[in-house]
């Protein structure tokens, strides 16, 4: 199931981004971007948060923060699930675009978004650290 954040969610995705990132956001980080104009969304089974995603709004763009999914849950369709609720709500906030930044090794990452309808844009030289690494720069564009 995906739904929006709630109040108490940051302190999952504090542990979810442990999980998943070199460089992890802190429960204040999250709170803090909510109250920025980041809209989140979680991916919960069981009760249990196994998934989020963040976009940031500016004017009529919108910018992913993190996507990430437990290891326990990925290939099942979780973070697909999670990229298209992102999309849809662009889509009804008539955005221009979505624009996110992927770590150039993360081939699984890549494939799911090109498959969502991103599209190469350029890339950052090294733009991510813990490891250095260029980031791809992918964007979706809404008529």
Do not use: H
């Amino acid at each position: 199931m995906i739904r929006p954040f709630k109040p108490g969610d940051e302190k999952y995705i504090a542990i979810l981004e442990q999980e998943c990132f070199s460089s992890p956001w802190s429960e204040n980080a999250v709170l803090e971007s909510y109250q920025n104009n980041t809209i989140f969304f979680v991916a919960e089974e069981n009760n249990n948060i196994i998934g989020y995603a963040g976009l940031q709004l500016v004017l009529d763009e919108g910018y992913v923060t993190n996507i990430a999914v437990t290891k326990t849950a990925r290939k099942k369709g979780v973070g697909n699930a999670l990229v298209n609720q992102l999309l849809n709500f662009a889509a009804q906030k008539e955005l221009a675009f979505v624009s996110l930044e992927v770590r150039e090794s993360n081939l699984p990452a890549i494939t799911l978004y090109k498959k969502c309808g991103f599209t190469y844009m350029g890339k950052r030289k090294n733009f991510y650290s813990s490891p250095t690494e260029d980031a791809i720069i992918l964007t979706k564009e809404f008529n």
